[in-house]
T-cell receptor, first 109, second 115 residues
Framework: QKEVEQNSGPLSVPEGAIASLNCTYSDRVSQSFFWYRQYSGKSPELIMS????GDKEDGRFTAQLNKASQYVSLLIRDSQPSDSATYLCAVTTSEKLVFGKGTKLTVNP | GAGVSQSPRYKVAKRGQDVALRCDPI?????LFWYQQALGQGPEFLTYFQNEAQLDKSGLPSDRFFAERPEGSVSTLKIQRTQQEDSAVYLC?????????????FGPGTRLTVT
């Protein structure tokens, strides 16, 4: 089992909709969780960090963490075409930051 | 303020050549990380520095890969006798705090192509 798993997508949503991105991880003692956005040909850009169970909101983004289920998600409200990118979930495990393969999101105008 | 910078942005090397990739972290950032990203994959950890100390090099794929950060600021990733499988984007990230539990900020990467 891979340490961090994401659906590769592509996930396609209409403009203005809520995009929901999901991630599961295998290491029960993981403590730090991050979402990065990566545009094609660019480097990863940190958009959210979450450390405790529950929801964390920042503008149109909400990160949700459930350590019991080993699940972390990212919701993007009022999706815009500029949100079209690959979203990488990253989890600190065994003193390393481990990334999933990413979910490609397309927001259609 | 200035972010993480990397140079060169693109590098083409013939198989067997040595290459050196440079990373300038955000000023004052204690931790520095190198990652390798293949097409369609997430970044894979290579090595970690806390100031000038290389605390983890378990991700380096072979002894042809070597990294240093002699003064606790700029870091260089060196690849000797490059092979085609070394073709990838090499990303550097830095973090204000010690360890891997905190936010890491990435540079633009160096795209290495080995022909």
């Amino acid at each position: 089992q891979k340490e961090v798993e994401q659906n590769s997508g592509p996930l396609s949503v209409p403009e203005g909709a809520i995009a929901s991105l999901n991630c599961t991880y295998s290491d029960r003692v993981s403590q730090s969780f991050f979402w990065y956005r990566q545009y094609s040909g660019k480097s990863p850009e940190l958009i959210m960090s979450i450390y405790s169970n529950g929801d964390k909101e920042d503008g149109r983004f909400t990160a949700q963490l459930n350590k019991a289920s080993q699940y972390v998600s990212l919701l993007i409200r009022d999706s815009q075409p500029s949100d079209s990118a690959t979203y990488l979930c990253a989890v600190t495990t065994s003193e390393k930051l481990v990334f999933g393969k990413g979910t490609k999101l397309t927001v259609n105008p | 303020g200035a972010g993480v910078s990397q140079s060169p942005r693109y590098k083409v090397a013939k198989r067997g050549q040595d290459v050196a990739l440079r990373c300038d972290p955000i000023s004052g950032h204690v931790s520095l990380f190198w990652y390798q990203q293949a097409l369609g994959q997430g970044p894979e950890f290579l090595t970690y520095f806390q100031n000038e100390a290389q605390l983890d090099k378990s991700g380096l794929p072979s002894d042809r890969f070597f990294a240093e950060r002699p003064e606790g600021s700029v870091s260089t990733l060196k690849i000797q006798r490059t092979q085609q499988e070394d073709s990838a984007v090499y990303l550097c990230a830095s973090s204000l705090h010690e360890g891997t539990a905190y936010e890491q900020y990435f540079g633009p990467g160096t795209r290495l192509t080995v022909t």
